[in-house]
């Protein structure tokens, strides 16, 4: 794996950005949430809810992925 600019691989980089975006999306989708329940749009605000849950699964499977390359030498040395 190439390690770029940011003393990271592009796979490690690329599992930061995606989790950073998820976890973003769902800290927003929380507001969602609320403006759908306060509109009384109970199925819009389940439709967040759902969406909030499956970036929150993506986030987590970044960090397994994100665990399990830590310290492999072709992650580069910020990830050591």
């Known amino acids: 794996m190439a390690t ?5 691989d592009d796979v490690s980089f690329d599992l930061i950005s995606v989790q950073y975006h998820c976890l973003k999306a ?6 969602y949430v609320r403006d ?12 967040f809810e759902q969406i909030m849950a ?12 994100l665990r399990d390359l830590s310290g492999a030498p072709e992650s580069g040395p910020a990830m050591s």
């Open 26 to 31: 769902g800290h927003d989708y929380g507001q």
């Open 54 to 65: 499956q970036d929150a699964d993506r986030a987590k499977q970044c960090h397994e992925f």
């Open 36 to 47: 759908a329940r306060n509109a009384g749009k109970e199925d819009i605000a389940a439709f």
């Open 4 to 8: 770029g600019e940011t003393g990271f």
